[in-house]
């Protein structure tokens, strides 16, 4: 596989960037669950809401590499990691913020997954201060929680599905180790601290 497509990490690393992978289970649930179906409208604000979140946080990195805070767009230096990860902490605030100022009823399952992936992201920053675990295993194993939470507690019949996730998140751990970014250990620990985070925290909430 890697003679052939020398690439394949970087693409997969890019397309289930942590960035998006929010976005992407937004579209899953939004797509597959009745109870956050519920006001569609409001799920649309709330998505674009997320959107501008993420885009901000994404354009924020970027003007971080380019006046060299960062040594590169992965940030794989640890102590580089602490000012992207509160930029992104501060703008998952305000998207919070922003959708609780909305006076209409919205489903607090979406409360909760934006409240979820607060907690885990302020996680990381504490533990990157000592230990550089996987963002990118967060993310995935994160949304991995987050969607067989949902699937369990609104009945979705989503579990053929669940192993197609599992394979994604093994293919983005394949490649941070391989792209050097992350040891074996960085990756597991991030793989635990986001499914077990996202999955507990959603519990607690709902």
């Not at 100022?101 to 409240?115: C, M």
Request: with cysteine; hydrophobic share 60%.
């Amino acid at each position: 596989m890697n003679a052939t497509n020398p690439k394949l990490p970087q693409v997969i690393s890019w397309v289930l960037h942590p960035l998006w992978v929010p976005v992407y289970l937004f579209a899953v649930l939004l797509a597959f669950d009745p109870y956050l179906q519920m006001q569609r409208p409001i799920a649309w604000y709330f998505a674009v809401v997320l959107c501008v979140s993420v885009l901000a946080s994404a354009l924020s990195i970027l003007m971080m590499r380019r006046s060299k805070s960062i040594s590169d767009l992965e940030v794989s230096v640890r102590k580089e990691r602490f000012a992207p990860f509160m930029v992104v902490l501060l703008y998952q605030g305000l998207a919070l913020w922003t959708v609780q100022g909305v006076p209409a009823y919205i489903p607090p399952g979406w409360f909760a997954l934006l409240q979820a992936q607060l907690a885990v992201l302020a996680v990381a920053v504490l533990i990157n201060l000592r230990f550089k675990a996987s963002m990118h295993m967060m993310g995935t194993t994160g949304a991995l929680g987050a969607l067989t939470f949902f699937n369990r507690a609104h009945i979705l019949g989503l579990d053929a599905w669940l192993p197609v996730l599992v394979l994604l998140c093994g293919a983005v751990a394949w490649a941070r180790i391989r792209m050097g970014v992350h040891s074996v250990k960085e990756v597991l620990v991030g793989s635990l601290l986001g499914y077990f985070l996202m999955s507990s925290i959603l519990e607690v909430l709902l």
